[in-house]
């Protein structure tokens, strides 16, 4: 029953990592651009899916607090700043999407709502990755870091890296979705993104063997954690040819794959804990009773349907945006 | 512990979900009544109950949209200010939330795409049903917050193993007798506050002159169902008292500012609560037993005063006093908006009353006052208690919370909610101003169902956007 609920909060939060990653992504990409028409048909790439990505947030946080109890304490008390800056910054990119269409004169203002809140959002979620890789200070499954302990310059190289590796993945969607204009821009920007992200991962990787953090011991004794390094180094290489070759779908998804492995080699680094090195799965897990009243009504029906109705979504909006529509 | 902290994360907690709580009720009975006019709709092929159906599913749309941004800050402020609480009651409060999240993600975004789009592509009834679905959805989702809210009034079905409340009886806990009579409330309130929009709206036009096939059926649908669920309320009301009387003695005699026990009780109906010297100045009281009689349904039995509970122990008397009597005196100002409005529409001659239009019109807030201070008086009376005999509110805050980091976080929801309901709130104004002629497109091929407000763009509204004929 605690693995059935692992599952659910991992895919829950791979979804939302992937799906609301290239949203944020394009949020951060948006802007960098000043030309309106430009701006349109990058919204339009997103606008019928990006809160159906975004309710995976809280499908994640419920979860958390219904499975796992002490993690969600833990950890939602541990990162409370972080935490308000990317809610405030999801809840400013979310009505900017629908209010920038609603006034011309105040149109920067849910423009600047709508790039910012992306980047706060994206550098946050980073930066929380960043400080449980590092080790959170925590006793007695207490968090004991003060209003600061998230923050280190570990921490901060995660969140650039993040932010980078967002806006692949958007201007990955872009390619996937639009024509002309923004595909070409978008096939411009994927190299430098992408070699910027490759440095940042080395920096980070380097980083971690200097200072020593506990994390990088166990991917030394675990040499079969290498499998996922090695998909995400196969499917940089089949984007990389996918972009030389203008194949606009496939990049998408080779980085996507870079990101799944991503997730796994951190899932498995983890393992089997859930805030490292102080709270394990079971520690953190809620009593038995929780998780079948849990695992009877919205796990074995709810769920699915739920995975089945983003599928639908999106293939009801598959395909290219059409120029015509690109006045949203 | 930092005391100021405490407050502060009161102040954001109460702030927050007051600010949520407005939009959810409010789309909870406009989706129920969208349903019903839907229904008129194909029962009667009448044109002007589809004209009245796409006006209200673009409000339905903005409202909507608040709801989910405001409620996605609820899932993480339990964690964020009250991780002691969280931690301990994670295996049930956790849990009855993920229900909600489950439910109402599943029924509201599958079906709400359905209704903006899918007019022409599903068959009529599939159409209704579809509404009926989205107005389930809020509705179940209010089902699981009461029920959330419920087991924090009166815990039950658990017990305490390892500093944790482990649930053993997950019937008690869902459908327990004090959920049975607080969804309701809840329920019938949002219906109350769709229906007063509803009429508002309808006198609004009346007053003005306009769209007077959609200002009489808006009047009439409006007022008629709030005539008759106002008593239904009084009752369901009445039953979430006697819970208090029987779980919450506590909050019962801070409600009454009952001072002492007494047997029969009499009833306070206004007064000033002089807390310093227990007992009210400026009193206006009911003898005897007229306490009894309201709080327990009898001529004889004995009440508790707060005299006889720990000084400690007692919820901010003024507080829930007041707001039970702000919340009674809304209900009265609607019984007699409703009752009178009623009778006029019967004899037909509402439309010339232009006192009663006006007070129609203005009455719109009532409801949302009426529940906002009733859910004051529920939690306010519930303190010194998170869940009531079990936690206390000063033992739940995350015990590292400096008044610092609480303060900034006020500020940063407080500005940031503002700024996204005012403007939220003028878009919705807008579109009552403006009404449904000319307002009425066919639903525009881009709006989607996870795109609540797109419904309601200025972009849409122009030129190739498709007029229905009103003969339609």
């Known amino acids: ?328 | 512990m930092d005391l100021t902290a405490l407050l502060l994360s009161r102040i954001q907690f109460g702030s927050t979900i007051a600010f949520h709580i407005i939009f959810p009720s409010f789309s909870i009975g406009i989706a129920a009544w969208l349903t019903v006019v839907e229904g008129l709709h194909l029962w009667t092929g009448r044109p002007v109950y589809r004209l009245i159906f796409e006006f209200w599913l673009k409000i339905f749309g903005i409202a909507f949209g608040l709801g989910v941004v405001s409620g996605i800050v609820m899932a993480f402020q339990f964690g964020t200010n009250w991780s002691v609480l969280s931690r301990m009651s994670g295996p049930i409060q956790g849990v009855l939330l993920s229900y909600e999240t489950f439910m109402a993600f599943f029924l509201e975004a599958s079906f709400f795409g359905i209704l903006l789009f899918g007019r022409s592509r599903v068959p009529p009834w599939f159409y209704l049903f579809s509404t009926a679905m989205v107005a389930l959805g809020t509705s179940l989702s209010a089902f699981w917050i009461v029920a959330n809210n419920s087991w924090m009034q009166v815990p039950t079905g658990y017990v305490v193993q390892n500093g944790q409340f482990v649930p053993n009886d997950w019937f008690k806990i869902t459908l327990s007798p004090v959920q049975w009579v607080r969804f309701p409330h809840m329920l019938l309130a949002a219906f109350l506050a769709g229906a007063f929009c509803v009429a508002a709206t309808g006198a609004w036009y009346r007053l003005r002159g306009i769209f007077t096939a959609e200002a009489r059926v808006m009047l009439r649908m409006g007022l008629y169902l709030a005539a008759v669920l106002l008593p239904v309320q009084l009752v369901f009301g009445h039953l979430c008292g006697e819970y208090v009387v029987h779980h919450q003695p506590s909050k019962m005699a801070a409600i009454e500012a009952r001072w002492h026990d007494e047997k029969p009780a009499s009833e306070v109906l206004l007064a000033w609560p002089d807390v310093e010297n227990r007992r009210n100045l400026f009193a206006i009281t009911l003898p005897p037993p007229f306490g009894s009689l309201i709080d327990s349904d009898s001529l004889t039995a004995a009440e508790v005063g707060l005299e006889s509970i720990p000084p400690e122990n007692w919820p901010p008397v003024v507080i829930p006093f007041f707001s039970f009597r702000i919340m009674v005196g809304c209900w009265l100002v609607m019984v007699l908006v409703a009752w009178v409005g009623s009778y006029l529409i019967h004899k037909e001659r509402i439309e010339q009353n232009r006192m009663l239009l006006w007070a129609t019109f203005l009455s719109f807030p009532l409801p949302f006052i009426a529940i906002l201070s009733g859910w004051v008086t529920a939690e306010v009376g519930r303190q010194p208690w998170v869940v009531y005999g079990v936690l206390r509110t000063a033992n739940a805050m995350t015990p590292f919370l400096t008044s610092r980091v609480a303060a900034i976080s006020l500020a940063v929801y407080c500005v940031v909610y503002s700024f996204i309901f005012a403007f939220g709130t003028f878009y919705i104004y807008r579109l009552l101003r403006a009404g449904p002629e000319g307002r009425l497109v066919l639903p525009p091929a881009a709006a989607v169902p996870n795109r609540p407000m797109s419904v309601v763009d200025e972009d849409r509204l122009t030129p190739p956007a498709r007029h229905v004929p009103a003969g339609e």
């Open chain 1, 1 to 328: 029953m605690v693995m059935f609920w692992v599952v659910i909060l991992a895919v829950s939060i791979l979804l939302y990592v992937l799906l609301d990653g290239f949203d944020l992504g394009i949020g951060i990409l948006f802007g960098l651009t000043g030309n309106e028409e430009r701006r349109r048909a990058m919204l339009s790439a997103v606008a019928p899916i990006w809160d159906g990505n975004e309710t995976w947030l809280v499908v994640a946080g419920v979860v958390l607090w219904g499975a796992f109890p002490n993690v969600y304490a833990t950890l939602f008390s541990a990162f409370y700043l972080p935490l308000l800056l990317m809610l405030a910054g999801l809840i400013l990119r979310g009505v900017a999407f629908e209010y920038r269409y609603k006034t011309q004169r105040l149109r920067w203002v849910w423009d600047a709502a709508f790039a910012g809140g992306s980047l706060v959002a994206a550098f946050i979620q980073g930066m929380t990755v960043g400080a449980l890789l590092e080790g959170l200070p925590i006793a007695d499954g207490q968090y004991t870091g003060g209003e600061f302990g998230w923050f280190s310059p570990f921490a901060v190289l995660c969140a650039v890296g993040l932010c980078l590796g967002y806006s692949l993945l958007g201007a990955c969607w872009l390619l996937k979705k639009c024509e002309a204009d923004i595909r070409d821009a978008a096939y411009r920007l994927i190299p430098c993104l992408a070699v910027g992200l490759l440095t940042f991962l080395v920096v980070v990787f380097v980083y971690a063997l200097a200072e020593n953090l506990q994390v990088m011991h166990r991917w030394l004794e675990r040499p079969n954690l290498f499998v996922f390094p090695a998909i995400g180094i196969i499917a940089a290489l089949v984007a990389a040819s996918s972009v030389r070759r203008r194949r606009d779908g496939l990049p998408f998804y080779m980085v996507a794959l870079i990101f799944v492995a991503a997730f796994g080699t951190l899932a498995i680094s983890f393992w089997p804990y859930m805030i490292p090195f102080s709270i394990t799965i079971a520690e953190g897990a809620a009593p038995h009773s929780s998780l079948a009243f849990m695992f009877w009504g919205e796990g074995l029906f709810v769920f699915p349907l739920m995975l089945l109705y983003t599928v639908i979504s999106y293939t009801v909006f598959r395909g290219k945006v059409r120029s015509s529509e690109g006045h949203y």
